[in-house]
């Protein structure tokens, strides 16, 4: 123990000697951590925006006849709130949560392609700045965050925010393509010696199932919005019933992707549920393989219940019997992965930590978000309540109470692995009783005003519907949730400067990446552990419980420290890491300006005739893309081990 | 339970491809999954141009003229897409080819197969600009209708019709006449085809880029793999372009 300790507090000298912080290591870097962190960090940023429009609308409706807001910009700002919370903030918090843990618990020293890592990250700050470049340029898209047809042809949407509004998307969709592949190759391939598929990591497994849900739900998107720029931009009216175009095709499209993009939000959480329950139960998960094909099912059964968004356009009774029918079919995995949480409590050691908490937060709010869910899938109840606030109500309690109750227990629990820091759990007891209760408050009440058949997307509402008092409830509740956040942001930041100092270990918990130091060195493992169940940690610290495939961990919290890997080993000289590379990052910028410039193809601006900024940025772009593909393959080659040397 | 796995990997990664657990090279195992991606990206082009030539010729069917109005028949040329499509399966022989010698070491023969297979791919792309000018001055253009140059006898036969203008307007001008149908068969079959092209671009500018670094480092123990993914990804464009070519042009 002594021993143990004296390695943590010199690894935290040598730590504290090297942390000169750099723009350069942040900025080329291509370590997965600090790609990581940077995601982590501006879908946060992006994260008090989104809250920022939410709180801006709930202004709005907190009294009848309000003149707050106009009505165009109310339609401005729940775009922009959805568009920011899928886009720029769930899956970039997924992706950054990820992209830090997933190499950790596999073993591996880094994502299995690291510049291509950091080319997802910079495309994805280049698409959000972009999208949110429209505020300033004459108004964000206003059309929804589905975009239906024809709303989005240029007669009803004129001006550009539309186009930037594919553009952007078009960004981020190919950062989370690059990324998904990211992960795959990294899952599959990159495993330490022993760790095999049926012995990874919860987390893991469901973000290797999202993965192969973003690479076969994203291109549709992505054509769905070519083709709409093409519609835009050079008249061909796919999406244009006026002129032959199908209307519908684009919920098809839309929908195609839409529906599995809400599972890509989701399954990454209930896998960081699934390691924060067993640690703080000090028992294995119950029903590994189930909560682990569960996943699997979810994304398999995700593909075919799009339609279930359509139901209001009449697809006819045979069409709808199907969606509905494979949509409640989803219960049935989504349940099983329920169960199996609560029976992994059962009987279990449980300290209710913050995380634990959340992760306790983040069952109960999705088991109400679910049950909506089941009833919306029925066709006739559909009909009754589509459009109106209670589906509203329905994706805020998974989306909010699912994913963002199960994030914040993902952060809580990794916190003091990516700072070396504990955060304070009393200031995150009450923020996690703040949050849960004004989160209740906020989205409770539309339950019954959806009932009652107040209608999404209306800027306001007249007195006397008996709307008043709920939606009153409902902005009282926002400014509770919006206080809950700041709280949050303090604590992070009190934890940063002053939390106590992390072990390597502090949750005893039996995954890889609390065997080495926190934070980690670049390289993570000095020796590439071996694994032999599917919690080699425990199996170590507990030698007399291992090899038996159901056993947890002793009530007690282990006295040894086991570490695969020690910071002053000689070793770590002669581990080569890939080098610092502003390539990705030109690359991404290109594309960027490159797309700018595509918004305005048929605009005259900045005081030049049609066509010619335009062209100028593009040709900019295009030289940004080529330069930084160049110097990519030179720097490659410098990493290379078969030509670094020459 | 430390082992020196990671010193015996790092040794090895000095003398093989980096091999992992799945016991294939990692780009390769991206590159798949990358196929798999781009596969729904083109299923989605093509559904949505069969969608449409679906409804446009379903109209004219209903309306009696399909024989003389029908896009496909009216428009594409069996005869230079069967050409188009002997060079790029030829093209898809010549990368194996082109593999087999790099993997024999054979440099001279690499060579010449991997310029041929680009040649065959440039001369795909060529092919392919020449039909979109063709089609272009046919009265095929990017725009939600089309205009068909129409022979004296179906000009005759169509305007004794007296057809419903939102099926078909004809157009006499001097010698040419022309019906204009409201179809999005034109704009679904350029986007289709010019994004196949677009990948068929790429894939040229990836294969000179090996057929380069090959030339500049024939001793990297890489070259063998760094073909081999060039051909994977050129196969699957010349696979899309038989999809295209059997769903649009021959049925």
């Known amino acids: ?646 | 339970m430390s082992s020196t796995a990671g010193h015996a990997h790092h040794d090895e990664a000095h003398q093989k491809p980096l091999v992992g657990s799945m016991g294939v090279d990692s780009r390769k195992l991206g590159l798949w999954a990358f196929i798999g991606s781009e596969t729904l990206f083109f299923a989605t082009l093509i559904v949505t141009h069969l969608i449409f030539y679906a409804r446009t010729s379903n109209v004219l069917e209903s309306a009696g003229v399909i024989e003389y109005l029908d896009p496909r028949l009216g428009y594409l040329a069996i005869e230079l897409t069967t050409v188009l499509a002997t060079l790029l399966l030829a093209s898809s022989l010549t990368m194996v080819l082109a593999l087999a010698a790099s993997k024999a070491r054979d440099w001279k023969k690499f060579r010449f197969w991997q310029m041929a297979t680009i040649l065959l791919g440039a001369s795909f792309v060529g092919g392919q600009v020449y039909e979109f000018v063709h089609l272009y001055h046919e009265g095929l253009k990017l725009a939600p209708s089309f205009e068909m140059h129409l022979s004296h006898e179906a000009y005759q036969a169509l305007s004794a019709m007296n057809l419903d203008p939102s099926i078909v307007t004809l157009k006499e001008a001097g010698e040419h006449a022309t019906a204009v149908v409201p179809s999005l068969f034109g704009v679904t079959f350029f986007v289709m085809t010019g994004f196949h092209g677009l990948h068929v671009t790429i894939g040229i500018i990836w294969l000179l880029a090996v057929y380069i670094k090959v030339m500049r480092f024939p001793d990297s123990p890489e070259n063998p793999m760094d073909i081999e993914l060039g051909g994977l990804y050129w196969h699957f464009v010349d696979l899309v372009w038989v999809a295209i070519f059997t769903l649009i042009y021959l049925i």
């Open chain 1, 1 to 646: 123990m002594a021993i143990a300790e004296q390695h943590i507090a010199e690894a935290q000298t040598t730590q504290g000697a090297e942390k000169e912080f750099s723009w350069r290591e942040w900025l080329a870097t291509v370590d997965h951590k600090k790609i990581g962190i940077i995601y982590i960090l501006s879908a946060f940023a992006f994260f008090v925006l989104g809250g920022i429009e939410a709180v801006l609308m709930r202004i709005q409706l907190g009294v009848p006849d309000n003149t707050f807001l106009s009505a165009d910009i109310y339609n401005q700002l729940f775009t922009m709130h959805a568009t920011t919370m899928v886009f720029l903030v769930v899956m970039p918090l997924n992706v950054g949560i990820g992209n830090y843990v997933v190499p950790l618990m596999v073993g591996a020293r880094d994502m299995a392609f690291p510049r291509l890592n950091a080319l997802s990250i910079w495309l994805f700050i280049g698409g959000g700045l972009l999208l949110y470049l429209s505020f300033l340029t004459g108004g964000a898209p206003n059309q929804g965050w589905f975009a239906y047809a024809p709303l989005t042809q240029t007669q009803y949407t004129p001006g550009q925010a539309v186009d930037y509004w594919i553009l952007g998307l078009g960004l981020t969709g190919v950062a989370s393509i690059a990324g998904a592949l990211n992960f795959i190759v990294t899952v599959l391939n990159m495993r330490a010696p022993g760790m095999t598929l049926n012995r990874m990591p919860l987390f893991v497994w469901m973000n290797m199932v999202v993965s192969f849900i973003i690479i076969f739900a994203f291109p549709t998107f992505t054509v769905a919005s070519i083709q709409l720029l093409f519609d835009r931009q050079f008249g061909a009216a796919f999406f244009n019933p006026a002129q032959g175009g199908d209307a519908v095709l684009w919920q098809h499209l839309f929908w195609f992707f839409g529906h599995p993009e809400v599972y890509i939000l989701i399954l990454p959480v209930m896998g960081m549920v699934s390691e924060i329950l067993p640690t703080f139960s000090r028992k294995p998960i119950f029903g590994y393989a189930f909560v682990a094909y569960s996943g699997v099912a979810i994304g398999f059964l995700g593909f075919i219940v799009w339609a279930h968004h359509m139901f209001g356009v009449g697809l006819g009774p045979v069409a709808n019997a199907f969606f509905a029918g494979a949509t409640m079919l989803i219960a049935i995995p989504t349940g099983v992965k329920i169960f199996n949480w609560i029976a992994t409590m059962w009987g279990g050691d449980v300290r209710l930590t913050t995380a634990m908490y959340y992760a306790i937060g983040f069952i109960a709010m999705f088991i109400i978000g679910g049950i909506t869910g089941i009833t919306l899938a029925s066709p006739p109840i559909d009909l009754q309540q589509t459009d109106s606030y209670y589906v509203v109500a329905h994706f805020h309690y998974v989306l909010f109470g699912g994913s963002i109750l199960g994030l914040f227990g993902g952060a809580y629990y990794w916190f003091p692995k990516m700072t070396g820091r504990m955060m304070d759990e009393g200031i995150g007891k009450v923020q996690f009783w703040l949050t849960l209760i004004s989160f209740n408050l906020t989205f409770f009440p539309m339950h019954i005003v959806g009932t009652e058949g107040m209608p999404r997307r209306i800027y306001t509402y007249e007195a006397g519907m008996g709307w008043e008092i709920w939606n009153l409830i409902e902005t009282i509740g926002t400014f509770l949730l919006a206080f809950a956040v700041l709280l949050f942001i303090y604590n992070v930041a009190k934890s940063l400067r002053n939390g106590e100092p992390a072990s390597n270990d502090p949750w005893d918990a039996s995954t890889l990446e609390w065997a080495i130091p926190s934070p980690p060195p670049s390289y993570n493992f000095l020796n590439l552990p071996v694994v032999n169940s599917r919690r080699p940690l425990w199996d170590a610290k507990y030698p007399h419980a291992a090899g038996d495939d159901h056993h947890g961990a002793p009530s007690k919290p282990s006295q040894v420290r086991y570490e695969y890997t020690t910071e002053d080993s000689p070793g770590a000289k002669d581990i080569h890491m890939p080098s610092l590379t502003f390539m990705p990052m030109i690359l991404s910028g290109g594309l960027t300006i490159a797309s700018l410039g595509f918004i305005y193809i048929n605009q005259a601006i900045l005081g030049l005739p049609t066509r010619v900024a335009s062209y100028v940025f593009i040709a900019i772009g295009i030289a940004m893309v080529f330069y930084a593909i160049r110097g990519w393959v030179v720097d490659s080659r410098r990493d290379s081990p078969y030509l670094g040397h020459h």
